[in-house]
């Protein structure tokens, strides 16, 4: 699966957009983004995914340049409790027989500053 | 309540003794699925199964791991002998097979782990 970059960490005022970044230049062709997100103490969450379409959902947006090199995952009104770490994962297509588990990088703490 | 579910919470034990972790997916889920984390960093894989089938281990899984799930519905995750290595939270994420190829996991809340 290709290798992700995010940035550590991020903070964000609530109330306003949170726009995270990702970077997957060496992404394949049939390769989809997705994003998860771990809230302290809990498990990860999947928000979206997305091949080379921008796609929203009622948590987020995704948008995904042309050259599908990088990806901004879009939280157009961040509260409190969006306050988590976010993790872009790419990853293809599954077949019937492949697990496909998901491979977790070090994701991006997003704080929502009151 | 429809989502996974993971027991105990939270488990400390001394080093040396075997712990065991139960997990239930969501009902109609073929695809269960184990992973370690450790403070600070994401979730790591540990195996997978398929109904009853084991199909995949990482090279994380010792040989002091063992996993099972009976009959393709729940599922227990046995530390032996523990270390204080094997101090973590232990996920589990469940999921159907779709043709499409795309699927999301959906995970528990996790069983904390703490050797002494």
């Known amino acids: 699966d290709a290798k992700t970059t995010q940035p550590t960490s991020m903070d964000c005022a609530e109330g306003r957009a949170a726009n995270l970044p990702c970077n997957h230049s060496t992404i394949s062709g049939n390769e989809y983004v997705y994003w998860y997100r771990q809230i302290h103490s809990q498990g990860p969450q999947y928000i979206i995914h997305g091949l080379k379409n921008n796609e929203t959902n009622e948590m987020a947006s995704l948008i995904i340049t042309e050259d599908r090199k990088s990806s901004t995952l879009i939280l157009p009104h961040a509260t409190l409790r969006d306050t988590a770490v976010y993790y872009c994962?790419?990853?293809?297509?599954?077949?019937?027989?492949?697990?496909?588990?998901?491979?977790f990088g070090s994701g991006t703490q997003l704080t929502v500053l009151p | 309540d429809t989502g996974v579910s993971q027991n105990p919470r939270h488990k400390i034990t001394k080093r040396g003794q075997n712990v065991t972790f139960r997990c239930d997916p969501i009902s109609e889920h073929n695809r269960l699925y184990w992973y370690r984390q450790t403070l600070g960093q994401g979730p790591e894989f540990l195996t997978y199964f398929q109904n009853e089938a084991q199909l995949e281990k990482s090279r994380l899984l010792s040989d002091r791991f063992s996993a099972e799930r009976p009959k393709g519905s729940f599922s227990t995750l046995e530390i032996q002998r523990t270390e204080q290595g094997d101090s973590a939270m232990y996920l589990c994420a469940s999921s159907n097979f779709r043709t499409s190829g795309i699927y999301e996991q959906y995970f528990g809340p996790g069983t904390r782990l703490t050797v002494t």
């Open positions: 994962i790419v990853r293809p297509r599954i077949s019937s027989g492949s697990a496909r588990q998901l491979t």
